[in-house]
Protein backbone atom coordinates (compact mmCIF):
# COMPACT_ATOMS: atom_id res chain seq x y z
CA UNK A 1 0.00 0.00 0.00
CA UNK A 2 0.86 3.61 -0.85
CA UNK A 3 0.00 6.27 1.81
CA UNK A 4 0.12 10.21 0.66
CA UNK A 5 -0.02 12.92 2.70
CA UNK A 6 -0.97 15.75 0.04
CA UNK A 7 0.24 19.75 -0.38
CA UNK A 8 -0.30 21.68 1.44
CA UNK A 9 0.36 22.35 5.20
CA UNK A 10 2.78 23.65 6.94
CA UNK A 11 6.38 21.99 5.73
CA UNK A 12 7.62 21.82 9.76
CA UNK A 13 6.57 18.61 10.84
CA UNK A 14 6.07 14.52 9.58
CA UNK A 15 2.39 13.35 8.86
CA UNK A 16 1.27 11.74 12.39
CA UNK A 17 -1.68 10.37 10.67
CA UNK A 18 0.20 8.52 8.47
CA UNK A 19 2.77 7.61 10.98
CA UNK A 20 0.08 5.73 12.88
CA UNK A 21 -0.98 3.77 9.64
CA UNK A 22 2.13 3.08 8.98
CA UNK A 23 2.86 1.51 11.92
CA UNK A 24 -0.25 -0.39 12.24
CA UNK A 25 -0.11 -2.05 8.70
CA UNK A 26 3.55 -2.77 9.55
CA UNK A 27 2.26 -4.44 13.04
CA UNK A 28 -0.06 -6.99 10.64
CA UNK A 29 2.94 -7.28 8.17
CA UNK A 30 1.34 -5.48 5.79
CA UNK A 31 3.99 -3.94 2.80
CA UNK A 32 3.30 -0.06 3.16
CA UNK A 33 5.13 3.28 1.93
CA UNK A 34 4.51 6.52 3.02
CA UNK A 35 5.16 9.59 1.20
CA UNK A 36 4.95 13.46 2.68
CA UNK A 37 4.20 14.59 -0.55
CA UNK A 38 3.20 18.26 1.16
CA UNK A 39 6.75 18.25 1.66
CA UNK A 40 7.96 16.92 -1.49
CA UNK A 41 6.21 19.08 -3.28
CA UNK A 42 7.26 22.32 -1.42
CA UNK A 43 10.72 20.88 -1.76
CA UNK A 44 10.46 20.48 -5.80
CA UNK A 45 9.42 23.86 -6.36
CA UNK A 46 12.13 25.72 -4.07
CA UNK A 47 14.63 23.65 -5.30
CA UNK A 48 13.58 24.84 -9.34
CA UNK A 49 13.55 28.06 -8.09
CA UNK A 50 17.07 28.15 -6.41
CA UNK A 51 17.98 26.41 -9.77
CA UNK A 52 16.91 29.07 -12.26
CA UNK A 53 18.44 31.87 -9.91
CA UNK A 54 21.56 29.75 -9.81
CA UNK A 55 22.03 29.43 -13.56
CA UNK A 56 21.18 33.04 -14.69
CA UNK A 57 24.03 34.12 -12.02
CA UNK A 58 26.34 31.67 -13.72
CA UNK A 59 25.41 32.22 -17.42
CA UNK A 60 25.06 36.14 -17.26
CA UNK A 61 27.23 37.09 -14.11
CA UNK A 62 26.21 40.37 -11.96
CA UNK A 63 24.24 41.15 -15.32
CA UNK A 64 21.56 38.53 -14.31
CA UNK A 65 20.70 40.38 -11.48
CA UNK A 66 18.58 43.40 -13.26
CA UNK A 67 17.43 41.00 -16.04
CA UNK A 68 15.77 39.09 -13.08
CA UNK A 69 14.63 41.80 -11.50
CA UNK A 70 13.15 43.08 -14.37
CA UNK A 71 11.25 40.13 -14.79
CA UNK A 72 10.30 39.25 -11.76
CA UNK A 73 9.25 43.41 -11.37
CA UNK A 74 10.60 44.19 -7.77
CA UNK A 75 14.06 43.75 -5.65
CA UNK A 76 12.19 41.88 -2.51
CA UNK A 77 11.55 39.04 -4.99
CA UNK A 78 14.98 39.24 -6.59
CA UNK A 79 16.61 39.32 -3.05
CA UNK A 80 14.46 36.32 -2.12
CA UNK A 81 15.60 33.88 -4.78
CA UNK A 82 19.26 34.90 -4.00
CA UNK A 83 19.15 34.32 -0.56
CA UNK A 84 17.03 31.45 -0.87
CA UNK A 85 19.31 28.64 0.22
CA UNK A 86 20.50 30.60 3.08
CA UNK A 87 17.22 31.39 4.30
CA UNK A 88 16.36 27.60 4.33
CA UNK A 89 19.94 26.95 6.25
CA UNK A 90 18.82 29.71 8.74
CA UNK A 91 15.45 28.01 9.62
CA UNK A 92 16.76 24.82 9.68
CA UNK A 93 19.47 25.56 12.81
CA UNK A 94 18.83 28.14 15.41
CA UNK A 95 19.97 30.92 14.04
CA UNK A 96 16.89 32.16 12.67
CA UNK A 97 15.34 31.73 15.93
CA UNK A 98 17.70 34.49 17.87
CA UNK A 99 15.84 37.45 16.49
CA UNK A 100 11.90 37.51 15.98
CA UNK A 101 12.41 40.42 13.01
CA UNK A 102 15.53 38.04 11.16
CA UNK A 103 13.01 34.98 11.66
CA UNK A 104 10.01 37.28 9.95
CA UNK A 105 12.44 38.30 7.11
CA UNK A 106 13.63 34.62 6.41
CA UNK A 107 10.17 33.16 6.52
CA UNK A 108 8.60 35.91 4.14
CA UNK A 109 11.25 36.10 1.65
CA UNK A 110 11.01 32.04 1.40
CA UNK A 111 7.31 32.48 0.97
CA UNK A 112 7.91 34.76 -1.38
CA UNK A 113 9.55 32.22 -3.56
CA UNK A 114 7.26 29.83 -3.36
CA UNK A 115 4.36 32.34 -4.19
CA UNK A 116 6.48 32.80 -7.21
CA UNK A 117 7.00 29.84 -8.24
CA UNK A 118 3.15 29.11 -8.25
CA UNK A 119 2.57 32.10 -10.29
CA UNK A 120 2.70 30.71 -13.67
CA UNK A 121 -0.58 28.52 -12.30
CA UNK A 122 -3.75 29.74 -11.20
CA UNK A 123 -2.98 29.30 -7.63
CA UNK A 124 -2.05 31.90 -4.99
CA UNK A 125 0.54 29.48 -2.63
CA UNK A 126 1.82 30.17 0.75
CA UNK A 127 3.91 28.17 3.21
CA UNK A 128 0.82 27.45 4.88
CA UNK A 129 -2.20 28.07 2.50
CA UNK A 130 -3.50 26.95 -1.10
CA UNK A 131 -5.69 28.66 -2.92
CA UNK A 132 -7.07 28.43 -6.82
CA UNK A 133 -9.04 31.46 -8.09
CA UNK A 134 -11.17 29.16 -10.34
CA UNK A 135 -11.65 26.47 -7.94
CA UNK A 136 -13.13 25.87 -4.55
CA UNK A 137 -12.13 23.44 -2.32
CA UNK A 138 -15.73 22.94 -0.94
CA UNK A 139 -17.53 22.03 -4.17
CA UNK A 140 -17.23 18.19 -5.26
CA UNK A 141 -17.99 19.79 -9.25
CA UNK A 142 -14.49 21.48 -8.74
CA UNK A 143 -12.52 18.72 -7.26
CA UNK A 144 -14.04 16.78 -10.19
CA UNK A 145 -12.30 19.49 -12.34
CA UNK A 146 -9.33 18.99 -10.48
CA UNK A 147 -8.59 15.44 -11.13
CA UNK A 148 -9.29 15.89 -14.44
CA UNK A 149 -6.99 18.65 -15.65
CA UNK A 150 -4.35 17.99 -13.26
CA UNK A 151 -1.86 19.21 -15.37
CA UNK A 152 -2.80 22.57 -14.19
CA UNK A 153 -1.70 22.32 -10.48
CA UNK A 154 1.47 23.64 -9.99
CA UNK A 155 2.56 20.85 -8.49
CA UNK A 156 2.17 18.21 -11.13
CA UNK A 157 5.70 17.77 -12.49
CA UNK A 158 6.61 17.07 -9.21
CA UNK A 159 2.98 14.29 -8.67
CA UNK A 160 3.34 12.86 -11.86
CA UNK A 161 7.18 11.84 -11.43
CA UNK A 162 6.68 10.70 -7.81
CA UNK A 163 3.87 9.04 -8.43
CA UNK A 164 5.44 6.91 -11.32
CA UNK A 165 8.43 5.96 -10.04
CA UNK A 166 6.68 4.69 -6.39
CA UNK A 167 4.16 3.07 -8.64
CA UNK A 168 6.98 1.34 -10.56
CA UNK A 169 9.35 0.63 -7.36
CA UNK A 170 6.24 -0.54 -5.06
CA UNK A 171 3.38 -1.89 -7.47
CA UNK A 172 0.83 -1.29 -4.29
CA UNK A 173 -2.58 -2.47 -4.94
CA UNK A 174 -3.89 0.02 -2.60
CA UNK A 175 -3.25 4.28 -2.40
CA UNK A 176 -4.40 5.88 0.42
CA UNK A 177 -4.51 9.86 1.04
CA UNK A 178 -4.40 11.85 4.00
CA UNK A 179 -7.13 14.67 3.47
CA UNK A 180 -7.54 16.49 6.76
CA UNK A 181 -7.65 20.19 5.55
CA UNK A 182 -9.07 22.05 2.92
CA UNK A 183 -5.78 23.63 1.49
CA UNK A 184 -5.06 19.72 0.95
CA UNK A 185 -8.25 19.13 -1.22
CA UNK A 186 -7.47 20.15 -5.01
CA UNK A 187 -4.07 18.50 -4.64
CA UNK A 188 -5.17 15.64 -3.73
CA UNK A 189 -7.62 15.11 -6.42
CA UNK A 190 -5.04 16.46 -8.92
CA UNK A 191 -3.13 13.27 -7.63
CA UNK A 192 -6.21 11.01 -8.12
CA UNK A 193 -6.95 12.12 -11.30
CA UNK A 194 -3.60 11.42 -12.59
CA UNK A 195 -3.98 7.72 -11.27
CA UNK A 196 -7.03 7.18 -12.69
CA UNK A 197 -5.92 8.81 -15.94
CA UNK A 198 -2.62 6.52 -16.22
CA UNK A 199 -3.30 3.59 -13.18
CA UNK A 200 -7.03 2.77 -13.49
CA UNK A 201 -7.10 -0.85 -11.55
CA UNK A 202 -5.52 0.69 -8.62
CA UNK A 203 -7.91 1.13 -5.57
CA UNK A 204 -8.07 4.82 -4.18
CA UNK A 205 -8.54 5.36 -0.43
CA UNK A 206 -9.79 8.46 1.02
CA UNK A 207 -9.23 9.29 4.47
CA UNK A 208 -8.58 12.07 6.93
CA UNK A 209 -10.05 14.84 9.49
CA UNK A 210 -11.89 16.56 6.21
CA UNK A 211 -13.28 13.47 5.12
CA UNK A 212 -14.36 12.61 8.30
CA UNK A 213 -16.08 15.75 8.31
CA UNK A 214 -17.56 15.33 4.39
CA UNK A 215 -18.85 11.94 5.30
CA UNK A 216 -20.43 12.75 8.62
CA UNK A 217 -22.46 15.66 7.43
CA UNK A 218 -26.48 15.23 7.66
CA UNK A 219 -27.28 13.68 4.50
CA UNK A 220 -24.11 13.00 3.04
CA UNK A 221 -23.97 11.03 -0.07
CA UNK A 222 -20.89 10.59 -2.25
CA UNK A 223 -20.33 12.88 -5.43
CA UNK A 224 -17.02 11.15 -6.14
CA UNK A 225 -17.58 7.90 -7.85
CA UNK A 226 -15.40 6.85 -9.95
CA UNK A 227 -12.72 8.45 -8.38
CA UNK A 228 -12.88 7.04 -4.65
CA UNK A 229 -13.41 3.46 -4.11
CA UNK A 230 -13.36 4.24 0.17
CA UNK A 231 -13.62 6.24 2.34
CA UNK A 232 -12.08 6.36 5.96
CA UNK A 233 -13.72 8.30 8.41
CA UNK A 234 -11.80 8.94 12.23
CA UNK A 235 -8.99 6.49 12.98
CA UNK A 236 -8.21 4.53 9.93
CA UNK A 237 -6.74 1.68 10.97
CA UNK A 238 -9.28 -0.58 11.35
CA UNK A 239 -10.90 0.30 8.24
CA UNK A 240 -7.62 -0.07 6.00
CA UNK A 241 -6.58 -3.65 7.57
CA UNK A 242 -10.13 -4.79 6.84
CA UNK A 243 -9.26 -4.19 3.29
CA UNK A 244 -6.43 -6.41 3.42
CA UNK A 245 -7.99 -9.26 5.03
CA UNK A 246 -7.42 -8.09 8.47
CA UNK A 247 -10.55 -8.29 10.52
CA UNK A 248 -9.83 -7.18 13.92
CA UNK A 249 -7.11 -4.60 14.30
CA UNK A 250 -5.09 -4.52 17.40
CA UNK A 251 -5.75 -1.18 18.92
CA UNK A 252 -2.82 1.35 19.73
CA UNK A 253 -0.08 0.25 17.82
CA UNK A 254 2.74 2.47 17.77
CA UNK A 255 3.36 4.76 15.10
CA UNK A 256 6.18 4.19 12.70
CA UNK A 257 8.02 7.21 11.28
CA UNK A 258 10.93 5.36 9.45
CA UNK A 259 9.32 5.94 6.17
CA UNK A 260 9.68 9.82 6.59
CA UNK A 261 12.28 12.00 6.20
CA UNK A 262 12.09 13.31 9.42
CA UNK A 263 15.11 15.68 9.30
CA UNK A 264 13.92 17.54 6.41
CA UNK A 265 11.37 20.21 7.52
CA UNK A 266 11.91 23.56 8.03
CA UNK A 267 12.70 23.27 11.75
CA UNK A 268 15.60 23.49 13.82
CA UNK A 269 15.54 19.89 14.04
CA UNK A 270 13.32 16.90 14.15
CA UNK A 271 10.13 18.01 15.71
CA UNK A 272 8.19 14.63 16.87
CA UNK A 273 4.32 14.87 16.55
CA UNK A 274 2.35 12.04 18.57
CA UNK A 275 -1.91 11.96 19.29
CA UNK A 276 -2.39 10.43 22.47
CA UNK A 277 -6.17 10.58 21.43
CA UNK A 278 -9.08 11.14 19.00
CA UNK A 279 -12.18 13.05 19.80
CA UNK A 280 -12.46 15.34 23.12
CA UNK A 281 -12.32 14.31 26.44
CA UNK A 282 -14.31 17.68 27.48
CA UNK A 283 -16.52 17.59 24.08
CA UNK A 284 -19.37 19.80 25.68
CA UNK A 285 -18.38 22.84 24.57
CA UNK A 286 -21.23 24.93 22.04
CA UNK A 287 -20.34 24.55 18.30
CA UNK A 288 -17.85 21.82 18.87
CA UNK A 289 -17.09 20.25 15.71
CA UNK A 290 -16.47 17.00 17.55
CA UNK A 291 -19.87 17.12 19.16
CA UNK A 292 -21.58 17.86 15.99
CA UNK A 293 -20.33 15.00 14.26
CA UNK A 294 -20.73 12.43 16.84
CA UNK A 295 -16.62 11.74 17.12
CA UNK A 296 -15.91 9.81 20.45
CA UNK A 297 -13.25 10.16 22.56
CA UNK A 298 -10.72 7.53 22.12
CA UNK A 299 -8.01 7.71 24.11
CA UNK A 300 -4.53 5.85 24.15
CA UNK A 301 -3.67 3.98 27.86
CA UNK A 302 -1.45 7.06 29.37
CA UNK A 303 0.84 3.85 30.04
CA UNK A 304 1.39 3.62 26.41
CA UNK A 305 1.84 6.97 25.22
CA UNK A 306 4.51 7.13 27.98
CA UNK A 307 6.04 4.00 26.32
CA UNK A 308 5.86 5.42 22.68
CA UNK A 309 7.04 9.14 23.58
CA UNK A 310 10.37 7.02 25.12
CA UNK A 311 11.01 4.88 21.93
CA UNK A 312 9.94 7.40 19.40
CA UNK A 313 12.63 10.09 21.30
CA UNK A 314 15.23 7.56 21.56
CA UNK A 315 14.74 6.67 17.62
CA UNK A 316 14.24 9.95 16.06
CA UNK A 317 15.92 12.49 18.43
CA UNK A 318 14.06 15.14 18.26
CA UNK A 319 13.84 18.64 19.59
CA UNK A 320 10.55 18.88 20.19
CA UNK A 321 7.49 17.04 21.34
CA UNK A 322 4.10 18.06 19.70
CA UNK A 323 1.34 16.50 21.50
CA UNK A 324 -1.15 16.79 19.02
CA UNK A 325 -4.70 16.00 21.14
CA UNK A 326 -7.46 18.76 20.91
CA UNK A 327 -7.21 18.93 24.70
CA UNK A 328 -4.92 16.91 26.81
CA UNK A 329 -6.54 15.22 29.52
CA UNK A 330 -5.84 16.07 33.07
CA UNK A 331 -4.68 12.20 33.34
CA UNK A 332 -2.17 12.53 30.88
CA UNK A 333 -0.96 15.75 32.25
CA UNK A 334 -0.97 14.25 35.62
CA UNK A 335 1.03 11.05 33.65
CA UNK A 336 3.31 13.52 31.85
CA UNK A 337 4.04 15.55 35.56
CA UNK A 338 5.48 12.37 36.46
CA UNK A 339 7.81 12.08 33.37
CA UNK A 340 10.67 13.25 31.53
CA UNK A 341 11.79 12.57 27.68
CA UNK A 342 14.67 14.77 28.01
CA UNK A 343 13.18 16.36 25.22
CA UNK A 344 10.74 19.79 25.48
CA UNK A 345 7.04 19.17 24.40
CA UNK A 346 3.77 21.12 24.20
CA UNK A 347 0.29 20.71 23.16
CA UNK A 348 -3.44 22.31 23.85
CA UNK A 349 -4.62 22.02 27.28
CA UNK A 350 -7.94 23.19 28.59
CA UNK A 351 -8.01 25.98 31.44
CA UNK A 352 -8.50 23.81 34.77
CA UNK A 353 -7.83 23.96 38.36
CA UNK A 354 -4.50 21.79 37.68
CA UNK A 355 -3.28 25.05 35.82
CA UNK A 356 -3.58 27.19 39.24
CA UNK A 357 -1.73 24.49 41.15
CA UNK A 358 1.93 25.88 41.52
CA UNK A 359 3.62 22.17 42.52
CA UNK A 360 1.44 20.94 39.58
CA UNK A 361 3.17 23.37 37.06
CA UNK A 362 6.39 23.10 38.60
CA UNK A 363 6.33 19.00 37.39
CA UNK A 364 4.72 20.08 34.09
CA UNK A 365 7.90 22.06 33.92
CA UNK A 366 10.15 19.69 34.88
CA UNK A 367 8.97 17.05 32.49
CA UNK A 368 9.37 19.53 29.65
CA UNK A 369 6.65 21.27 29.03
CA UNK A 370 7.82 24.66 27.39
CA UNK A 371 4.67 25.77 26.02
CA UNK A 372 0.76 25.25 26.26
CA UNK A 373 -1.74 26.62 23.94
CA UNK A 374 -4.64 27.96 25.57
CA UNK A 375 -8.35 28.48 24.38
CA UNK A 376 -9.12 30.97 26.55
CA UNK A 377 -11.65 32.30 23.80
CA UNK A 378 -13.44 35.55 25.65
CA UNK A 379 -12.60 38.20 28.65
CA UNK A 380 -16.52 37.99 29.37
CA UNK A 381 -17.55 35.49 31.93
CA UNK A 382 -20.69 35.60 30.52
CA UNK A 383 -19.79 34.03 27.10
CA UNK A 384 -17.78 31.59 28.59
CA UNK A 385 -20.61 30.00 30.34
CA UNK A 386 -22.57 30.30 27.20
CA UNK A 387 -19.89 28.69 25.36
CA UNK A 388 -19.85 26.09 28.23
CA UNK A 389 -16.57 26.32 28.49
CA UNK A 390 -16.25 24.87 32.17
CA UNK A 391 -14.02 27.59 33.44
CA UNK A 392 -14.49 31.29 34.90
CA UNK A 393 -12.42 34.19 34.83
CA UNK A 394 -10.83 34.40 37.73
CA UNK A 395 -9.28 30.12 37.53
CA UNK A 396 -8.13 31.62 33.80
CA UNK A 397 -5.96 34.37 35.37
CA UNK A 398 -4.84 32.16 38.03
CA UNK A 399 -3.36 29.65 35.58
CA UNK A 400 -1.45 32.02 33.11
CA UNK A 401 -0.09 33.44 36.45
CA UNK A 402 1.35 30.42 37.60
CA UNK A 403 2.39 29.36 34.44
CA UNK A 404 4.54 31.80 34.20
CA UNK A 405 5.42 31.84 37.03
CA UNK A 406 7.48 28.41 36.44
CA UNK A 407 8.09 29.30 33.28
CA UNK A 408 6.13 27.59 30.89
CA UNK A 409 4.97 30.14 27.68
CA UNK A 410 1.27 30.41 27.02
CA UNK A 411 -0.26 30.52 23.25
CA UNK A 412 -3.80 31.73 23.94
CA UNK A 413 -6.89 31.47 21.41
CA UNK A 414 -9.29 34.23 21.28
CA UNK A 415 -12.48 33.90 19.51
CA UNK A 416 -14.58 36.53 18.36
CA UNK A 417 -18.08 37.04 16.79
CA UNK A 418 -20.12 34.34 18.99
CA UNK A 419 -23.90 34.74 18.60
CA UNK A 420 -24.15 36.03 22.50
CA UNK A 421 -20.91 38.79 22.47
CA UNK A 422 -21.23 42.39 21.22
CA UNK A 423 -18.51 45.24 20.91
CA UNK A 424 -19.18 45.48 24.69
CA UNK A 425 -18.26 41.67 25.78
CA UNK A 426 -15.19 42.17 23.07
CA UNK A 427 -13.71 45.22 25.07
CA UNK A 428 -13.81 42.90 28.47
CA UNK A 429 -11.85 40.40 26.12
CA UNK A 430 -9.79 43.12 25.33
CA UNK A 431 -9.33 44.63 28.71
CA UNK A 432 -8.41 40.61 29.74
CA UNK A 433 -5.78 40.73 27.35
CA UNK A 434 -4.23 43.96 28.51
CA UNK A 435 -4.06 43.51 31.93
CA UNK A 436 -2.38 39.89 31.46
CA UNK A 437 0.03 40.90 28.44
CA UNK A 438 2.88 39.64 30.85
CA UNK A 439 1.88 36.24 31.28
CA UNK A 440 0.75 35.51 27.74
CA UNK A 441 3.20 35.29 25.41
CA UNK A 442 1.71 34.54 22.20
CA UNK A 443 -1.93 35.04 20.56
CA UNK A 444 -4.20 33.58 18.11
CA UNK A 445 -6.82 35.63 17.11
CA UNK A 446 -9.83 33.88 15.25
CA UNK A 447 -13.67 34.90 13.93
CA UNK A 448 -16.10 32.88 15.09
CA UNK A 449 -17.41 30.09 12.22
CA UNK A 450 -20.60 28.44 12.76
CA UNK A 451 -20.40 25.12 11.64
CA UNK A 452 -23.23 24.26 9.87
CA UNK A 453 -24.57 20.87 11.05
CA UNK A 454 -24.21 22.28 14.76
CA UNK A 455 -27.40 21.66 17.11
CA UNK A 456 -26.87 25.58 18.03
CA UNK A 457 -27.12 26.86 14.21
CA UNK A 458 -31.03 25.63 14.30
CA UNK A 459 -31.47 27.89 16.61
CA UNK A 460 -30.06 31.19 14.10
CA UNK A 461 -30.94 32.33 11.04
CA UNK A 462 -28.24 30.82 8.52
CA UNK A 463 -27.04 30.59 5.19
CA UNK A 464 -24.56 29.38 2.74
CA UNK A 465 -20.61 30.08 4.54
CA UNK A 466 -19.22 29.56 1.45
CA UNK A 467 -20.62 28.39 -2.12
CA UNK A 468 -20.36 24.65 -2.36
CA UNK A 469 -21.89 21.47 -1.60
CA UNK A 470 -18.77 20.44 0.79
CA UNK A 471 -19.16 23.33 2.82
CA UNK A 472 -19.20 22.37 6.80
CA UNK A 473 -19.67 25.96 8.29
CA UNK A 474 -22.77 28.49 7.28
CA UNK A 475 -23.58 32.15 7.58
CA UNK A 476 -25.55 33.46 10.02
CA UNK A 477 -27.52 36.77 11.00
CA UNK A 478 -26.41 37.66 14.32
CA UNK A 479 -28.80 38.08 17.20
CA UNK A 480 -27.27 40.97 18.14
CA UNK A 481 -26.04 42.36 15.34
CA UNK A 482 -22.21 41.78 15.58
CA UNK A 483 -21.58 41.11 12.54
CA UNK A 484 -18.59 39.47 10.51
CA UNK A 485 -17.74 43.36 9.26
CA UNK A 486 -18.12 44.87 12.56
CA UNK A 487 -15.67 42.18 14.07
CA UNK A 488 -12.77 42.43 11.36
CA UNK A 489 -13.53 46.61 11.89
CA UNK A 490 -12.81 46.05 15.61
CA UNK A 491 -9.77 43.98 15.71
CA UNK A 492 -8.29 45.62 13.23
CA UNK A 493 -8.72 49.46 14.49
CA UNK A 494 -9.02 48.48 18.29
CA UNK A 495 -7.37 45.34 19.19
CA UNK A 496 -4.55 45.07 17.73
CA UNK A 497 -4.02 48.46 18.28
CA UNK A 498 -3.57 48.49 21.79
CA UNK A 499 -0.05 48.78 22.97
CA UNK A 500 -0.68 45.43 25.24
CA UNK A 501 -2.00 43.65 22.24
CA UNK A 502 1.12 44.97 19.89
CA UNK A 503 3.70 43.93 22.27
CA UNK A 504 1.80 40.47 22.27
CA UNK A 505 1.60 39.95 18.70
CA UNK A 506 5.14 41.49 17.86
CA UNK A 507 6.48 38.00 19.42
CA UNK A 508 4.40 36.02 16.75
CA UNK A 509 6.20 33.68 14.14
CA UNK A 510 4.92 34.54 10.98
CA UNK A 511 3.27 31.89 9.20
CA UNK A 512 4.39 28.95 11.14
CA UNK A 513 3.05 30.28 14.39
CA UNK A 514 2.63 27.95 17.27
CA UNK A 515 4.50 25.19 15.48
CA UNK A 516 7.71 27.40 15.65
CA UNK A 517 6.48 29.50 18.46
CA UNK A 518 8.12 26.89 21.07
CA UNK A 519 11.78 27.86 19.71
CA UNK A 520 11.72 30.84 20.62
CA UNK A 521 11.04 29.91 24.18
CA UNK A 522 13.76 27.17 23.85
CA UNK A 523 16.43 29.26 22.16
CA UNK A 524 19.15 30.34 24.09
CA UNK A 525 19.98 34.22 23.14
Known sequence: MLLIYPPLVKPCE???????????????????????????????????????????????????????????????????????????????????????????RTVIDINRVLAVSAA??????????????????????????????????????????????????ESPAVVGFSLNYLSQALCTFAMIGILRREHPGIRIVLGGGLVTSWVHRSGWTNPFNGLVDDFVTGPGEGKLLSIFGVPHAENNVS???????????????????????????????SFCPERAEGNPYKPVPTDLVIKDLCN???????????????????????????????????GFARISSHLTDLDFCLALKRSGCVMLQVGLESGDQGILDNMRKGFDLM?????LKTLKKVGI????????????????????????????????????????NLPAYSPEAKELKTDQFYEGDLSLYSSFLHPRGWGRNLVRQFLSQEFKKHPAVVSIMRKSPSIFTSNHAPFFIMNPH
Not at 416 to 423: A, D, H, N, V
Not at 426 to 446: P, S, V
Open 120 to 169: HSNVRMSLSNYVDRDLSPVRSADLIRASATPELNPFYGYFKKMLFTELEK
Open 409 to 448: ATYVYLLFGTPSETITEARKTLDFTARHNNEIDFLNLAIF
Open 14 to 104: PPAGLAKLAGSMNHHNIPCKVIDANLGGISSLLKRSGSRIKDLLREEGESCKESFTVNTRDKWTTRSFRYLESNIAALNNWEAYKNIDRYR
Open 312 to 346: LTEKMKPVLIHLLDNALSPALLKTLSESSFGVPWY
Open 395 to 399: MASSA
Open 255 to 285: PDYNGLSVNSYLAPGTILPYSASSGCYWNRC
